[in-house]
């Protein structure tokens, strides 16, 4: 099993900036793909970004690219996902979660562990 917590969420004023980490535990992450999704109050699930095992591989949705950086450090079984310039349609719940299969899911079904999720909130 793997739990996956997540942390660094908070409220900032829009144009601002985030990291958020990610940080596993019960065993390590080094061989699977990690994603982060958010949900938005009254609204699904989305896709955010992933890194393959080896951080050779990265994609991002594509309203995203360019404003959001995922990367991740197997030795501390961490991801991250650094968000910049920062809009008020940013504001959801950010989870993160692992897959033990595929190189780089883009949906929710394909991973296997998840976060609680931690809140961001971006004030206009």
């Known amino acids: 099993q793997v739990q996956l917590v997540e942390s660094g969420g908070g409220l900032v004023q829009a144009g601002g900036s985030l990291r958020l980490s990610c940080a596993a535990s019960?065993?390590?992450?080094?061989?699977?793909?990690m994603g982060w999704f958010r949900q938005a109050p009254g609204k699904e699930r989305e896709f955010v970004a992933v890194?393959?095992?080896?951080?050779?591989?990265?994609y991002y949705a594509d309203s995203l690219r360019g404003r959001f950086t995922i990367s991740r450090d197997n030795a501390k079984n961490t991801v991250y996902l650094k968000m910049n310039s920062l809009k008020p349609e940013d504001t959801a719940v950010y989870y993160c979660?692992?897959?033990?299969?595929?190189?780089?899911?883009?949906?929710?079904?394909?991973?296997?562990?998840w976060g609680q999720g931690t809140q961001v909130t971006v004030s206009s």
């Open positions: 979660a692992a897959a033990i299969v595929g190189d780089g899911p883009t949906t929710s079904s394909r991973y296997n562990y």
């Open positions: 019960g065993r390590t992450i080094s061989s699977y793909a």
């Open positions: 890194i393959n095992w080896s951080s050779r591989n990265t």
